[in-house]
């Protein structure tokens, strides 16, 4: 009996732990591609002309690049085809990334009418910022 009980407990544990690493693959990717989308969403051209610092006005077209690394990120720990990458570019030149999808738990999915899938999201906001404040020389 007693060995059945620490087999159950590992089982929860191992469960536990599968969607703890699907919750943080979502969060480092989210957090990459934020970090991404602010690197390369500084309008260039406004920068070096007033010294400005705005996103590009072509963002969309960086944000369709993003999804796609972002849902191949994450392969390997959430269920393929869940997975759902939100973009919005904020005020104060953040941007902000969110990444949702479904982790396969490996355990419960034994016991009857249990759900063996598990929804998980994370949350990224990333600032453009310059780090001198300014234009250069």
């Known amino acids: ?23 943080r693959a979502a969060f480092d990717s989210a957090s990459g591609a934020a ?8 309008d260039e051209v406004a920068y070096r002309a007033d010294g400005s610092v705005r996103p590009r006005d072509d963002l969309p077209r960086l944000v369709s690049s993003i999804v796609p690394a972002v849902e191949t990120a994450t392969e390997g720990a959430l269920v393929p085809g869940s997975v759902r990458v939100s973009v919005r570019a904020l005020d104060g030149g953040r941007v902000e990334v969110v990444v949702s999808g479904r982790v396969r738990r490996i355990f419960v999915g034994i016991i009857p009418g249990a759900d063996s899938e598990v929804e998980v999201s994370a949350r990224a906001v990333a600032v453009l910022d310059l780090i001198d404040g300014g234009p250069g020389p």
């Open 1 to 23: 009996m007693g060995i059945l009980v620490v087999m159950i407990l590992a089982a929860i544990t191992v469960d536990a732990a599968v969607v703890y690493l699907g919750e």
């Open 35 to 42: 970090n991404d989308l602010a690197a390369v969403s500084l």
